[in-house]
């Protein structure tokens, strides 16, 4: 841990700045929660034109629905980790606090977090092919693929959203409200490739926010990044919340 940069950074969170958070896959990588691109990535298994778009769904909803089905199944036994739990409480101490993640896991929810920004959807809700609505379904693993919607029959897709959709339109303006008055924004285990998401900590930036980057590896942000503290994100965040703590 670079131990300059974790004081710099506890100083900062000292003083109750307006806080952002945006975090990516890898924030739940430590709870055994593949990530997309990498070594052992989820794309490295699938290719993601095969099954997050909306085409692909259409050719194949049966092979998109399994593929879902198997990612429901390993969340389903995962739990939150520290991360999460760190992040849960910042809510609390924070006023103000917005976190905005691209993840569909709802690990943050079941770790105590209540202000998030879900911006890529969620893998626990689906939503009715004909009429738009969207309901809960925690069913793992799925008794009947590709699911139907219970009051018309008609096709059920993962109410989560795929490579040319646009994100919700209420929650992207949540998120780039946040970002725009965030004073610190931390950018978690992301690979910060997939827009609009990764545009959020560029219009903090922007906007005068120090950016503090946790990620094991370098990604585009990392050069606009004040603070990069190269790590898991459960170690990282769990250091600076100890060091938070100390003498406080
Ligand atoms: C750790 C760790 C540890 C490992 N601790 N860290 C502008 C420029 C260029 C392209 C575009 C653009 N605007 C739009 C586009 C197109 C496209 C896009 O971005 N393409 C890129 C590939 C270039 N964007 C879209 O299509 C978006 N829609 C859109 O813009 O619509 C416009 C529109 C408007 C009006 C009408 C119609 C359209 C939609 C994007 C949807 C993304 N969907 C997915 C799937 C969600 C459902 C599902 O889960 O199945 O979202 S794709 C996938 O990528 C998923 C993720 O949320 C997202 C981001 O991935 P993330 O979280 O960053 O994960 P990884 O795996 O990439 O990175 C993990 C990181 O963790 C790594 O850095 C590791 O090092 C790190 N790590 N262990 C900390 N322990």
Known sequence: MQDKELKEIVTLLRQKPQLSVL????????????????????WKQFRAEELATPEAFERNPKLVWEWYDWRRRIIAEREPNPG???????????????????????LHRRAGSKSILELHGNIWQVRCLKEG??????ESPLTTIPPVCPT????????????????????????????SKAELMFVI???AYVYPAASLPLVAAEAGAKIVEINPDYTPLSASADYILRGKAGEVLMAIDEALKENS
Do not use: M
Request: aromatic content about 10%; glycine content about 12%.
């Open 152 to 179: 018309c029959g008609s096709l059920l897709r993962p109410n989560v959203v795929w490579f040319g959709e646009a994100l919700p339109r209420d929650i992207l303006e949540k998120a780039y409200a946040a970002s």
């Open 189 to 191: 285990g992301t690979s």
């Open 23 to 42: 975090t990516g896959a890898g924030i739940s990588a430590e709870s055994g929660i593949p990530t997309f691109r990498g070594q052992n990535g989820l």
């Open 133 to 138: 609505t969207v309901r809960d379904n925690f």
């Open 84 to 106: 999460h739990l760190v992040l849960a409480r910042w809510e609390r101490e924070f006023p103000g606090f917005i976190l905005i993640t691209q993840n569909v896991d709802g």
